[in-house]
């Protein structure tokens, strides 16, 4: 009898936790909704590390909830371009130089050729683009986040020497009259938009 006396509790308690969860979940919805109209300004920078290209691909699916800005190639210790010039280059401490591995200095580090992901993933995007309108009207038009694709400092590690079409596209955001915060983010390196900010300064 104390046995089933003590499930019947448990189970109460658990229907009790249940409800209100669900209540919080349908306050959270509908606060969601009514703010449907005020999406954020975001821009995106990334490097062609898997995790960031996993990162784009869930960006891509939630993209109906933000104002999609800027989608930029950026540079890391881990990938870097190059110039196209033979200039060679090291930053001590990174991998490449780590474990006796002394590779560095060289011309480029992992960066493929014609390196293209953020393409990539918007041509995927593309390709669903159509079925996702149906579950939001608020999807970005798939040549609409073409429009936003900029190459940032992306020649060497931690280079911010110039400007790039990716540090023009900041900067020109940062000083837009548009309302509401912009969002930057740095999933690769902070090149670029250290870039921006000292042409701006």
């Known amino acids: 009898m104390n046995i089933n006396r003590q499930i019947s509790r448990n189970h109460l308690r658990l229907c009790l936790i249940t409800g209100m969860m669900c209540c919080l979940f349908a306050e959270e919805t509908n606060a969601q909704v009514s ?6 300004r975001i821009v995106i920078t990334c490097d062609p590390e898997l995790d960031d290209n996993n990162s784009l691909i869930r960006f891509l699916l939630y993209s109906s909830d933000l104002q999609v800005e800027g989608l930029i190639y950026a540079s890391s210790g881990f990938h870097w371009k190059g110039d196209g010039k033979g200039t060679k280059w090291f930053v001590p401490g990174r991998e490449y130089a ?13 960066w493929a050729k014609d390196e ?30 073409r429009s936003k ?43 670029t938009i250290a870039r921006a900010l000292k042409s701006i300064q």
């Open 35 to 40: 703010n449907k109209d005020i999406r954020p």
């Open 98 to 110: 780590r474990f006796g591995l002394d590779i560095c200095p060289c011309e480029s580090w992992r």
């Open 116 to 145: 293209r992901f953020i393409h990539e993933a918007v041509e995927a995007y593309a390709k669903v683009y159509l079925n996702l309108k149906v579950h939001d009207p608020n999807y970005p038009a798939p040549d609409d986040l």
């Open 149 to 191: 694709i900029r190459y940032g400092n992306i020649e060497f590690d931690g280079d911010i020497s110039k400007d790039s079409p990716g540090s023009d596209l900041i900067k020109s955001l940062m000083l837009d009259d548009k309302p509401g915060p912009l969002f930057i983010t740095a999933w690769g390196g902070q090149s």
